[in-house]
């Protein structure tokens, strides 16, 4: 049996060629997201005028993108220890694979460096977020039993799309999201179908181009060991 590796001629283009599927892929179930008929209704979408409607998109993006990067750099992703720096690499390079699909999709310039700060500013304060995510977790789970290893995992597991999704929502409502439950609920669902997918291919359970871009790691690796 052969393995399917993509003939990458540097580490360097795997890497790009990964990030930029990673972003595709969140740009993809961000607009997936955006059409849905109960999310629209949710917001009143039809009420609203282009801007709100643009700004309401851009927030999905950019938290697909954000939520991509969490997960790259999530210390329960089960990889193997020699995949870690790529990873870390990986992750470095989504803003500018997104930054770069923009280009050329023919936004200019002055977007792009709007596009750059946003996503720095949500990376920010989604990546704070989640040491509070994972406190309230883990409080409402040790006031019905003691916290066991089994529980923890499935707090630390979760952490990444809660966060993200609290924040999301937080930022569609513009700060506003009292009796606005069901939005969430919208919102989450489909934030973690994307974040099961993309953790799914990345830990080699599907059998995708990005997982084929981790075997082509993988192969580099043994490559380089067998020189030594």
Known sequence: MTTDIPPFES??????????????AAAHYAFQLYCDKGFRRQVNFDNLDKVEQDRIFNEL???HVVLVILILEAPDLRVPREFRDYLTLLK???????????????????????????IDLR???YAKDRHEV????????ASEKPLDLDDLSKIQLMVP?????????????????????????????????????IRGRLEGIKT?????????????????????
């Not at 999301?168 to 489909?190: E, Q, S, V, W, Y």
């Open 11 to 24: 580490f360097e283009q795997m890497v790009a060629t990964t990030a930029a599927a990673l972003v595709q």
């Open 61 to 63: 993006v950019v938290t």
């Open 92 to 118: 470095d390079k989504i803003p500018k694979a997104h930054v770069d699909n923009l280009r050329t999709l023919g936004v200019e310039g002055e977007y792009l460096r709007q596009w750059e700060k946003l």
């Open 123 to 125: 990376y920010g304060e």
């Open 134 to 141: 994972r406190s309230a977790a883990m409080e409402i789970q």
């Open 161 to 197: 799309v809660q966060a993200v999704t609290i924040g999301c929502h937080h930022h569609i409502c513009r700060g506003n999201t009292k009796g606005r439950d069901d939005l969430f609920k919208l919102t989450l669902g489909p934030l973690t179908k994307f974040y099961v997918d």
């Open 208 to 228: 995708t181009p990005l997982t084929r871009a981790r075997h082509a790691l993988k192969h580099m690796i043994h490559a380089k060991r067998k020189k030594k």
